[in-house]
């Protein structure tokens, strides 16, 4: 389920990544001008090293100095540092929760009678500075216009905001309005494996990740566990891939010459004997067909395949015509892609023929774009087509450093992860064009990195990363679309009590904001809303909104009610049904005033009248007196 955020998290500028989070300050009542503390937090950002504190505001455009002299470009507010007149050295520091790729914002337009101050912006990561922009001069003649600044990464931290107005101009720092920032991904932890393990897949849908390899005198399949990251050793084999139909995994075991297919609960379902030392499996589940890559062919490796629901082998061994190298199936038209002797082959899943393709080594497939992504030469990535027949090349990029021979694709971020070989680090990349979008590095121990499996639904990046003495799986964290686990759910409390209304969910980064009522909750911007000194003004409906770059969720709506303990006074009338009766109460018995509350007939034999306004009373006495027929 997906709708607009009114904070404006989900936007998009022109030219810009599709992940970035817009904020641009609309979503509050300005006025003359508001603290900014809060509103930056819910998008992840703390104000900090502020020159003056509690100077950084949010202000409307037609308050600022009274009529309209700063003109948003995204109308009514903006966020400026005012600290009354025009002081020189002002400044303050946003830091970002999730390094930035990218950073773009928009200088408002000035009117031409306005003195605009000498300012910079200047992007960190960690201390370094990586870019900076601003204007060098005060402007007392023409005023400004609208000018878009970007700052680019990878890897931004902070963003310190610096001002001078010499005491002379109109304002001390830049009104700014409608910032782009484009996370980057992070590194979440590592934890040490077996050595030999050398292959990875993912199983999204059960959030666990299977390490194959050949260990030290055997075989091995590693099951990781996705939330807690605990290793269990499973089944046997040197490559792994998962069938997402059935949860079932594949292995191909070389020594004992066959594919071995597991259940999720990790039980063999089934042994298929292909012979030829098979040491690679890729399932291409919408076809319904196991492709099993060999070795043992006396330099014409073969290739099988295999039907992933009877099992039976659909074809005889496929000669690849060399030795086999890193092979790919493309799950949208069924083409398997392998490299035997570093020629880049296709297998046609109609006829079995293999022939030679126009371009490098496969290495990726996006089964969303159809495109794959081979490397040629090491170093340089090609971008293809992959619907027509042939293939078609679409973009050609050099990646200015050694591929290790592995891509791990995400459709849904549209992105790509290239690790270096006999390095440490990571290249994000887009898949759309290549473009460079964030470089990760990995421990200065680690030499070489491995294999690499994607999680997009998570946004997990999983990838095999080696050191001299020791094996690794990393665990990076890029974005992904936000999903609710847990919704929050309705409650009670009495008058005057504290309410706790909360959300988990999945995502990154997340960006919260609760509506009651349907209307934003100023400051309720985290997991958890909580509600203290609740009277009857705060009975109503809730619900929280969840966004990032992808869009946004909105949660189920949880209610919130009132209820109290209190002792109503009751006069149980034993009559028979249908005769009437006359309910009086009185304060006092010395001398009594009676009073009539009520005439009743008696529906119900003993019949009970209870007195609601009871609890009000200090004191009261109570008879029914039977009415004439």
Same mark, same amino acid.
């Given at each position: 389920?997906?709708?607009?955020?009114?904070?404006?998290?989900?936007?998009?500028?022109?030219?810009?990544?599709?992940?970035?989070?817009?904020?641009?300050?609309?979503?509050?009542?300005?006025?003359?001008?508001?603290?900014?503390?809060?509103?930056?937090?819910?998008?992840?950002?703390?104000?900090?090293?502020?020159?003056?504190?509690?100077?950084?505001?949010?202000?409307?455009?037609?308050?600022?100095?009274?009529?309209?002299?700063?003109?948003?470009?995204?109308?009514?507010?903006?966020?400026?540092?005012?600290?009354?007149?025009?002081?020189?050295?002002?400044?303050?520091?946003?830091?970002?929760?999730?390094?930035?790729?990218?950073?773009?914002?928009?200088?408002?337009?000035?009117? &031409?009678?306005?003195?605009?101050?000498?300012?910079?912006?200047?992007?960190?990561?960690?201390?370094?500075?990586?870019?900076?922009?601003?204007?060098?001069?005060?402007?007392?003649?023409?005023?400004?216009?609208?000018? =878009?600044?970007?700052?680019?990464?990878?890897?931004?931290?902070?963003?310190? =905001?610096?001002?001078?107005?010499?005491?002379?101009?109109?304002?001390?720092?830049?009104?700014?309005?409608?910032?782009?920032?484009?996370?980057?991904?992070?590194?979440?932890?590592?934890?040490?494996?077996?050595?030999?393990?050398?292959?990875?897949?993912?199983?999204?849908?059960?959030?666990?990740?299977?390490?194959?390899?050949?260990?030290?005198?055997?075989?091995?399949?590693?099951?990781?566990?996705?939330?807690?990251?605990?290793?269990?050793?499973?089944?046997?084999?040197?490559?792994?891939?998962?069938?997402?139909?059935?949860?079932?995994?594949?292995?191909?075991?070389?020594?004992?010459?066959?594919?071995? $297919?597991?259940?999720?609960?990790?039980?063999?379902?089934?042994?298929?004997?292909? &012979?030829?030392?098979?040491?690679?499996?890729?399932?291409?589940?919408?076809?319904?067909?196991?492709?099993?890559?060999?070795?043992?062919?006396?330099?014409?490796?073969?290739?099988?395949?295999?039907?992933?629901?009877?099992?039976?082998?659909?074809?005889?061994?496929?000669?690849?015509?060399?030795?086999?190298?890193?092979?790919?199936?493309?799950?949208?038209?069924?083409?398997?892609?392998?490299?035997?002797?570093?020629?880049?082959?296709?297998?046609?899943?109609?006829?079995?023929?293999?022939?030679?393709?126009?371009?490098?080594?496969?290495?990726?497939?996006?089964?969303?774009?159809?495109?794959?992504?081979?490397?040629?030469?090491?170093?340089?990535?090609?971008?293809?087509?992959?619907?027509?027949?042939?293939? $078609?090349? /679409?973009?050609?990029?050099?990646?200015?450093?050694?591929?290790?021979?592995?891509?791990?694709?995400?459709?849904?971020?549209?992105?790509?992860?290239?690790?270096?070989?006999?390095?440490?680090?990571?290249?994000?990349?887009?898949?759309?064009?290549?473009? /460079?979008?964030?470089?990760?590095?990995?421990?200065?121990?680690?030499?070489?990195?491995?294999?690499?499996? =994607?999680?997009?639904?998570?946004?997990?990046?999983?990838? /095999?990363?080696?050191?001299?003495?020791?094996?690794?799986?990393?665990?990076?964290?890029?974005?992904?679309?936000?999903?609710?686990?847990?919704?929050?759910?309705?409650?009670?409390?009495?008058?005057?009590?504290?309410?706790?209304?909360?959300? %988990?969910?999945?995502?990154?980064?997340?960006?919260?904001?609760?509506?009651?009522?349907?209307?934003?909750?100023?400051?309720?911007?985290?997991?958890?809303?909580?509600?203290?000194?609740?009277?009857?003004?705060?009975?109503?409906?809730?619900?929280?909104?969840?966004?990032?770059?992808? &869009?946004?969720?909105?949660?189920?709506? %949880?209610?919130?009610? /009132?209820?109290?303990?209190?002792?109503?006074?009751?006069?149980?009338?034993?009559?028979?049904?249908?005769?009437?009766?006359?309910?009086?109460?009185?304060?006092?018995?010395?001398?009594?005033?009676?009073?009539?509350?009520?005439?009743?007939?008696?529906?119900?034999?003993? #019949?009970? #009248?209870?007195?609601?306004?009871?609890?009000?009373?200090?004191?009261?006495?109570?008879? %029914?007196?039977?009415?004439?027929?």
């Amino acid at each position: 389920m997906r709708a607009a955020v009114a904070m404006g998290l989900v936007s998009v500028a022109a030219g810009l990544n599709a992940q970035s989070i817009y904020m641009n300050f609309d979503s509050v009542h300005a006025g003359a001008g508001m603290d900014a503390t809060t509103y930056l937090a819910s998008f992840g950002i703390t104000l900090t090293n502020v020159s003056n504190p509690g100077s950084v505001y949010i202000v409307s455009d037609t308050n600022f100095y009274g009529s309209g002299v700063v003109f948003a470009p995204s109308p009514p507010n903006f966020l400026i540092q005012s600290v009354g007149g025009s002081p020189p050295g002002v400044y303050y520091t946003m830091v970002f929760n999730a390094p930035l790729q990218s950073l773009s914002f928009t200088r408002c337009a000035i009117n &031409g009678s306005t003195e605009t101050p000498i300012w910079t912006a200047t992007a960190y990561v960690g201390s370094t500075a990586v870019g900076s922009v601003g204007v060098c001069c005060i402007d007392s003649d023409t005023g400004q216009t609208n000018h =878009v600044y970007t700052l680019n990464g990878p890897g931004i931290t902070s963003l310190t =905001v610096t001002g001078n107005g010499e005491n002379s101009a109109a304002m001390a720092s830049a009104p700014l309005d409608d910032f782009y920032m484009t996370p980057g991904a992070v590194i979440v932890t590592n934890i040490s494996i077996h050595s030999g393990l050398g292959g990875v897949a993912v199983n999204p849908a059960l959030n666990k990740i299977y390490l194959s390899g050949s260990n030290p005198g055997a075989e091995q399949i590693v099951e990781v566990d996705g939330a807690t990251l605990s290793q269990t050793g499973v089944g046997t084999g040197t490559g792994v891939d998962v069938d997402p139909t059935n949860n079932n995994y594949w292995s191909a075991e070389v020594y004992s010459g066959s594919a071995t $297919v597991w259940s999720s609960s990790n039980t063999m379902v089934t042994s298929i004997s292909l &012979g030829d030392c098979p040491t690679g499996v890729n399932v291409d589940a919408p076809h319904r067909r196991a492709w099993v890559a060999a070795q043992c062919g006396g330099g014409n490796d073969p290739v099988y395949a295999v039907n992933a629901d009877t099992f039976a082998i659909e074809s005889s061994p496929i000669a690849s015509g060399g030795v086999q190298g890193p092979t790919q199936v493309n799950p949208v038209t069924d083409r398997l892609y392998i490299d035997p002797s570093g020629v880049s082959k296709r297998v046609n899943p109609s006829t079995f023929a293999v022939t030679i393709n126009k371009f490098g080594t496969v290495l990726g497939v996006n089964s969303k774009s159809n495109y794959l992504y081979a490397v040629t030469n090491g170093t340089t990535l090609q971008i293809i087509n992959g619907a027509p027949d042939p293939e $078609v090349i /679409l973009h050609t990029v050099p990646l200015g450093f050694d591929a290790s021979g592995y891509i791990g694709v995400n459709p849904a971020a549209k992105r790509i992860y290239v690790g270096a070989s006999g390095s440490n680090f990571v290249a994000v990349l887009s898949a759309t064009n290549g473009a /460079l979008l964030d470089t990760v590095t990995l421990g200065s121990n680690i030499t070489s990195v491995g294999s690499i499996a =994607v999680d997009a639904d998570r946004g997990r990046v999983y990838v /095999l990363a080696y050191s001299a003495s020791s094996d690794y799986l990393y665990v990076l964290q890029d974005v992904a679309p936000p999903t609710i686990a847990s919704e929050p759910m309705s409650t009670t409390t009495s008058v005057g009590g504290t309410a706790t209304l909360s959300v %988990a969910a999945t995502g990154y980064p997340l960006l919260y904001q609760w509506a009651f009522d349907g209307t934003n909750i100023a400051g309720a911007t985290s997991a958890t809303l909580t509600l203290t000194n609740v009277s009857a003004a705060n009975v109503g409906l809730y619900t929280v909104t969840i966004g990032n770059g992808f &869009g946004s969720v909105t949660s189920q709506t %949880a209610s919130l009610g /009132l209820v109290s303990l209190e002792l109503f006074a009751g006069v149980v009338i034993d009559g028979p049904i249908g005769a009437q009766y006359s309910v009086q109460s009185t304060a006092s018995l010395n001398p009594p005033s009676w009073t009539t509350r009520t005439n009743v007939t008696l529906a119900t034999q003993p #019949y009970i #009248y209870i007195d609601y306004g009871s609890p009000t009373n200090s004191q009261q006495f109570y008879r %029914a007196l039977p009415l004439a027929p």
